[in-house]
């Protein structure tokens, strides 16, 4: 019993090295470009990002035929503005499945990840933005004996 603690200053000088915060490392391919899996809803997106004039194609297509509502152009934007670095990287993606909503969403989401794969620095920026959390609501299924996933058809005492 001779280990035992007379003071705090023992206590402190006991305390190990703390486990640093990990570090992110820079992810890209052969062509210099960080890829991506966006999701939102039933919408997938793979996005690939690499530095260039900020042009945006979607399924070979550009972002303003695409995407035909300003507010899905802008939700797409939305990190590449809060990183400040709009106008700064080409994003080339491909989105299957769902609405142009969550394709939208999906492709925000994709192009967050990317941006966080190719300058790790940004991490902080984009979670304090939400852009990097996957929005888990998906519609609800459709249960059997009912008329939608919840509503119920009409009852009838006689």
Not at 48 to 67: D, L, M
Not at 79 to 100: F, H, S
Request: hydrophobic share 40%.
């Amino acid at each position: 019993m001779s280990d035992t603690m007379q003071s705090l200053d023992q206590l402190s000088a006991l305390k190990t090295a703390s486990p640093e915060a990990p570090k992110y490392v820079k992810k890209v391919d052969k062509q210099g470009r960080a890829y991506a899996t966006g999701k939102r809803k039933d919408a997938v997106a793979r996005v690939w990002i690499k530095p260039g004039a900020g042009k945006v194609i979607v399924n070979t297509r550009e972002v303003e035929v695409y995407f035909a509502r300003p507010v899905l152009r802008m939700m797409i934007q939305q990190p590449l503005v809060a990183a400040a670095r709009a106008g700064q990287y080409d994003v080339i993606c491909t989105v299957a499945g769902g609405g142009l909503s969550g394709q939208a969403g999906a492709v925000r989401h994709g192009i967050s990840k990317a941006l966080t794969y190719f300058e790790p620095d940004l991490r902080g920026v984009l979670k304090k933005g939400g852009f990097l959390t996957r929005d888990s609501r998906v519609v609800e299924r459709k249960k059997y004996g009912r008329a939608k996933a919840r509503k119920s058809f009409q009852f009838s005492k006689r």
